[in-house]
């Protein structure tokens, strides 16, 4: 099947729930409105023995990727998100059942470690996408312990076709500073390491 090759970039914001109003009246009064109905995400993602892509993530280390299967209207699709000098890239093959192993270059022999869900709202102003990541959910897939948490709502920027509109939108918005932040890392964090990352 056809394996599709995009560039991105992205930036989030982590904000509580409890300002989710105050966010939402910026974005109206910038031309922004709700482009899709929202919807629930799940994705499974892999990881090896040890841990490396987590840890690769952690650190910051580049190249590195993330690998996941991800559900979207009844199809599975399986998502490389790949970090490079250059930038944000991912690649996206439809797939007809969720494998149970993943053997990959760079981190060998890779198997399901947990499942991340939450609500997604989508926002746009044919410049920049902006989406709305609520009520998290992160299971481990080997004991089945859960973790909850909707005290805070992740916001990520999907510029479009023209970078460069979309990236003075964000820089011109010096309130809505992005930093790094992975649903990934969280949900490792939470259902294995049992610690908050800083």
């Known amino acids: 099947m056809t394996t599709k090759f995009e560039r991105r970039i992205e930036e989030k914001l982590v904000f509580p729930?409890?300002?989710?109003?105050?966010?939402l009246n910026k974005f109206f009064s910038d031309g922004f409105e709700y482009i899709f109905p929202s919807r629930q995400i799940s994705s499974i993602y892999?990881?090896?023995i040890n841990f490396d892509i987590y840890k690769d993530s952690v650190e910051g280390i580049v190249p590195r990727k993330k690998i996941r299967i991800r559900e979207k209207f009844g199809n599975l699709y399986l998502e490389e998100k790949i970090k490079l000098r250059d930038g944000k890239y991912k690649t996206t093959k439809k797939i007809n059942n969720i494998p149970n192993v993943i053997h990959d270059k760079s981190y060998g022999v890779l198997k399901k470690i947990c499942?991340?869900?939450?609500?997604?709202?989508?926002?746009?102003?044919?410049?920049?996408?902006?989406?709305?990541?609520?009520?998290?959910?992160?299971?481990?897939?080997i004991n089945r312990y859960v973790f909850n948490t909707n005290k805070n709502i992740i916001l990520e920027y999907k510029i479009l076709d023209d970078f460069s509109l979309s990236e003075n939108y964000i820089s011109s918005h010096k309130e809505l500073n992005s930093f790094k932040f992975s649903k990934y890392e969280q949900a490792i964090s939470k259902v294995f390491f049992l610690h908050q990352l800083p």
């Not at 729930?17 to 966010?23: A, Q």
């Open 115 to 141: 499942k991340i869900t939450y609500n997604r709202s989508y926002l746009g102003n044919g410049k920049t996408r902006i989406t709305l990541d609520s009520d998290l959910k992160f299971e481990n897939l």
């Open 17 to 23: 729930t409890s300002e989710k109003g105050k966010y």
């Open 46 to 48: 892999y990881e090896n």
